[in-house]
């Protein structure tokens, strides 16, 4: 999708390109290397600065066309100014990301890229190579024409640093969480009527020629466990519900593992309680939580840790036909709990319910981390910057917290609480599934809270997932969020 691209990390001197990228701080010094470079060139690099408006800030490049005195199409100075080692990983990325816009459209389709030793680390070098990846992915496969340029079809990006060796193993290790954000992106860019329930459950399945594990409960299966929650969403749809469950075991065998479950609801009408027309073809990514545990469980898979991980995600479309479930329907959740259903469009906590309690049941686990696309309410609370955050965990509420910041996919935490959790009660049955027309992300927290049981758990509200501004790293329509966010978690504390 969109341009091949090829990343290689080099020795110094031993990069090629007809594009030359050196580094330059806010008093336009080079690095030693890039100096060198630069003096083959003859030019007062102060006076063209000055001209330029260029003032070495990072993000903000100087381009030089055809510099004499040097076999290059461009010599591109990329500023570094602000950039520090204590920087969060995340600008670094950003970094790569903001390089590759300025290469990639040129005819010029090799680009050296000579990196400052004093700030580039090997791990840091690995986060600009990830920006650069994550910056380039496209979701085009289903365009037949492309645009009629003059750039190429295929990039070659050498990085050039002074310890290639510690900074190619950096870069392999962190490109296993990129190969996992850009896993769940294609997932949720996929259109509903190619990406199904079966589709999805393919697409998990496939992932056992990463290493997992991988079982799929068909309706009768969960029929027998009495998952009557999400059974109920599915009634509607021709599409049969499936149960993925996929299995890291990287730990000793009766280790507790860490689990994440998703929300995979592959299209969401809202049912009976039918959406709006405008936007409704956004539903095609309600299934953006169980996308970002798919793309951890591939991150997983090729990055192998010594622990246990697993990963549950309850598929389902929400449609209505004459077998749709009705608002004023009572259901039984796999836990025994009865639910009575007021809006069939409150239909992803339903799924989670007994995704949830299956989990807790069949693993024990450490601790669960649910991911949904699951309320409008979070959305208007926080926008596209934060995913809310609920927990009945301190210690696990402040890791997630200090991992979003770590990698840019924030999250805020919201109060929960006895006064909220009555909002949910209902008179016909143990609990309803909306809470009312105030605090509605809080309320259907709450009601996740009612079937994890003791177990450590906090729940990921996506309003992040999905039809966000652009950023440097990230030109789709799915952002792949949750996956570097919560790999880093499990990095920071449980490895």
Known sequence: MGQKLTI??????????????????????LTAKGHAIWEKTGLDLSKLAQAAGFKGKSGTFLPVLAPQGLDADVLLVAGVEGLSKDSAKYEFAD????????????????TRVVLNDDLFTAPLVAEVAAGIKLSQYRFDKYKTKKNDDDTSSEIDITLETADAKAATAAHEDRDCVTAGT?????LVNEPANILGTLEFAEAAKSLEADGLEVELLDEAKMKELGMGALLGVAQGSVRPPRLAIMKWNGGAKDEAPVA????????????????????MEDMKGDMGGAGAVAGLMKTVALRKPKINVIGVIGLVENMLDANAQRPGDIVTSMSGQTIEVLNTDAEGRLVLADALWYTKETFKPKFMVNLATLTGANLVALGNEHAGL??????????????????????????????????????????????????GAITAAQFLKRFVGDTKWAHLDLSTAMNVPSTATNKSWATGFGVYLLDQMVRNHYE
């Not at 290689?8 to 010094?29: C, F, M």
């Not at 919201?414 to 909002?423: E, I, R, S």
């Open 8 to 29: 290689a990390i080099v020795e110094h001197g031993k990069g090629t390109g007809k594009n030359i990228v050196i580094t330059a701080n806010a008093d336009l010094e």
């Open 95 to 110: 970094f790569g990301g903001k390089l590759i816009d300025q290469v990639s459209n040129r005819p010029s389709n090799t």
């Open 182 to 186: 850009i896993f769940a992106r294609d």
């Open 260 to 279: 994440f479950i998703g929300k995979g609801v592959v299209f969401d009408s809202g049912g009976l309680s039918i959406k709006p027309a405008g936007g």
């Open 390 to 439: 609920f927990s009945n965990d301190d210690q696990l509420a402040e890791r997630i917290t200090a991992a979003g910041l770590e990698t840019n996919e924030k999250v805020w935490r919201f109060p929960m609480g006895p006064a909220y959790d009555k909002l949910i009660d209902s008179k016909n049955a143990d609990m309803k599934n909306i809470g009312g027309r105030w605090a």
